[in-house]
């Protein structure tokens, strides 16, 4: 089996993405707040459910990267082939 390194950049650019993911599940969470006139300590009470959403929000984006890639790839292959 092949062994493979995972690059500093590499680390560098997921853990900005999912900094990403963590800075729009604040806001989506901020938004809610503003719109249903709740007190702001719940920006501190719902901090797990805003770490689950950037979660799920991560994993999803992960998934839509891989299909790109994918897709990308299989072209880019058949492009060779011919």
Do not use: D, H, Q
Request: charged content about 15%; hydrophobic content about 50%.
């Amino acid at each position: 089996m092949k062994n493979t390194i995972i690059t500093a950049r590499r680390k560098k650019i997921e853990l900005l993405t999912l900094l990403a993911c963590f800075i729009i599940g604040n806001l989506a969470n901020l938004y809610a707040i503003i719109s249903y006139k709740t007190p702001f300590s719940e920006m501190l009470t719902s901090i797990f459910y805003v770490l689950a959403f950037s979660c799920v929000l991560y994993v999803f984006w992960t998934v839509l990267r891989i299909l790109f890639y994918g897709i990308r790839n299989l072209f880019l292959k058949k492009k060779n082939e011919i």
